[in-house]
């Protein structure tokens, strides 16, 4: 699957698919998985941590190995990374930030919805219309 979003292509779910890589997503439930123990508190740092790392990869990820160069596109899957990341880590960082846990959701909710509407569709390109010869010598 081409990772570019054509808004005039890609259905609006497709769009949301393209934002961030499974392989970075895949890459932070792992690390999450592998991280989180008995004792959550002492790996969060560390998750974070990695979370950042990842943050720094998106563009980088998506420009050199899928081969994406809408500007529009790298800035918004570089954001939406880390509300994704944060989203699903709620659980862990609600001691950290109480109350701004339930804003970070609504975030989230807000930022699926309006994330497709930033990425402008690519500019298109105009095909030579053809002109076709008329009969040779004219009619009457």
Not at 72 to 83: E, K, N, R
Not at 90 to 117: D, F, H
Request: glycine share 8%; no cysteine; proline share 9%.
């Amino acid at each position: 699957m081409k990772r570019e979003v054509d808004p005039n292509l890609d259905s609006y779910l497709d769009q949301l698919f393209k934002i961030i890589p499974a392989e970075i997503t895949g890459a932070y439930v792992a690390a999450s998985a592998f991280l989180i123990g008995p004792n959550p508190e002492s790996e969060t740092l560390m998750l974070a941590g990695f979370a950042v790392f990842l943050t720094f990869l998106v563009p980088f990820y998506l420009r050199k190995l899928q081969g994406v160069h809408n500007r529009a596109q790298l800035i918004v899957s570089t954001i939406s990374f880390p509300i994704w990341a944060a989203s699903t880590s709620i659980v862990l960082i609600a001691s950290y930030i109480g109350v701004w846990s339930k804003i970070l959701g609504l975030v989230l909710i807000g930022w699926v919805l309006v994330t497709p509407l930033l990425i402008p569709s690519p500019p298109q390109t105009a095909t030579p219309l053809k002109v076709q010869p008329g009969p040779a010598g004219g009619g009457t």
